[in-house]
């Protein structure tokens, strides 16, 4: 249960970082347009 639990904070930072690094790469996109 512990290695679940682990493994599952480990998923929460990716899919944290996978949404930051969107934002990145969006926001000049958007702020281009504007």
């Given at each position: 249960?512990?290695?679940f639990n682990?493994?599952?904070q480990?998923?929460?930072k990716l899919h944290a970082?996978?949404?930051i690094l969107i934002k990145a790469a969006y926001l000049p996109?958007?702020?281009a347009d504007i």
């Open positions: 249960m512990d290695k682990v493994r599952r480990e998923l929460d970082w996978i949404l996109a958007i702020q």
